[in-house]
């Protein structure tokens, strides 16, 4: 038996895992807490914990983990922000995660997120609901003939770039790592990021968290945006510093937000909050604008992404309490 331990469990979680380990020899406990170094201690006697995006393996946490006999850490995401990475090599902690469960589930919604937002779904389909069938106020425009910007063209962007080229729009992109090939079979132009920020009508985020993507959306970047540029985020929330954000949206510099995620989302985005106090004032005033729509970290959550997660979590699990090799790619120590 294979004991896997499983935090911030929900019932998706749950149901996808059980599905994918029928006669896999693992025994899961699924925990409803979030990982961190005051929780850690709840893996004791486990092969693998099984983390998600808001956990927090530090190095502290990560040594609870190694002392109390855990092998692997098996991220169901991509990004991996969460962990470090130094510290779990150092502890000789395996690391492994899903790189790629479903870039089409993250890239239908963030173009999903633009559509909503630019022709006021919500604000129409609530005024319907109240029987109010006046059209004011809901006036959106073509995306069709318009430019959009993607960040950082890995398995997300490149979709979310192709879908938008769909539409008719000129897509510009710009990564570190580009991929001209896939832009010359699209279309897509790649450019520096002050042609992009000073040409783009739509501008969507794709990269990963780093020291180096952090806060790439803050009040020097905004101010070369065209004005009204409309930024849709569902990479991570830190790309954008929120409190420029925030002004931006007051002067009208930006003329619309999506976000799927947000800077201090932890503890806040996958719960139910729901006759509660919100203590986070600035997420508090970004529902307050009318052209800021939010999901909360919802973009992989289709039936797909969530059964490739559980086959990959599943197969490492099995992998690494047998000293068998990992799935390709999924590795990160
Ligand atoms: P990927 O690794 O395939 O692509 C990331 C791309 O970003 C790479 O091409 C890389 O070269 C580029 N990049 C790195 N630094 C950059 C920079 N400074 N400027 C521009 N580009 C840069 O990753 P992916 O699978 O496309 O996922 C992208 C991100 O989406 C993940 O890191 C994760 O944070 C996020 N994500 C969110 C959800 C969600 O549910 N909201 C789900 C999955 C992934």
């Known amino acids: 038996m294979i004991d896997a331990v499983v935090f911030d469990t929900k019932p998706y979680d749950r149901e996808s895992l059980e599905k994918a380990s029928a006669n896999s020899g693992i025994t899961w406990r699924f925990l409803e807490p979030r990982l961190s170094t005051e929780t850690a201690v709840l893996a004791k006697g486990a092969h693998t914990a099984c983390i998600f995006v808001n956990d927090r393996a530090d ?84 995306l069709h003939g318009k430019t959009a910007g993607i960040v950082g063209t890995g398995r997300i962007g490149q979709i979310t770039g192709q879908i938008l080229r769909g539409f008719g729009m000129r897509v510009l992109a710009y990564d570190p790592f580009p991929n001209p090939e896939w832009a010359a079979a699209n279309q897509i132009e790649y450019t520096d990021t002050t ?48 409190t420029a954000l925030i002004d931006a949206l007051k002067t009208g510099q930006v003329g619309g937000v999506a976000l799927d995620v947000y800077e201090e989302e932890e503890g806040v985005f996958f719960e139910d909050l729901s006759g509660q106090i919100l ?17 909360s970290h919802q973009a992989f959550l289709t039936q797909e992404a969530l059964a490739e997660i559980a086959r990959v979590t599943v197969a490492n699990t099995q992998a690494t309490a047998t000293h068998s090799p990992l799935l390709p790619g999924t590795s990160l120590t």
């Open 59 to 142: 190095r502290p946490c990560l040594e609870v983990l190694a002392n109390l006999g855990v092998k692997h850490i098996a991220l169901r995401c991509a990004g991996f922000n969460a962990i470090d990475l130094d510290a779990a090599k150092a502890l000789h902690l395996t690391v492994t995660r899903v790189p790629a469960y479903s870039p089409y589930a993250v890239a239908e919604h963030a173009v999903a997120l633009l559509l909503a937002l630019n022709r006021k779904i919500p604000r129409a389909n609530n005024r319907v609901r109240d029987l109010n069938f006046s059209l004011n106020g809901l006036v959106g425009f073509d």
């Open 279 to 295: 203590h986070d004032d600035e997420l508090a005033r970004l529902l307050t604008f009318p052209n800021v729509l939010i999901t």
């Open 195 to 242: 042609t992009l920020a000073r040409q783009s009508d739509i501008i969507s985020l794709h990269t990963p968290l780093t020291a180096e993507t952090h806060h790439i959306i803050r009040k020097e970047t905004l101010q070369m945006m065209k004005p009204g540029v409309i930024l849709i985020n569902v990479s991570r929330g830190a790309l954008i510093d929120t």
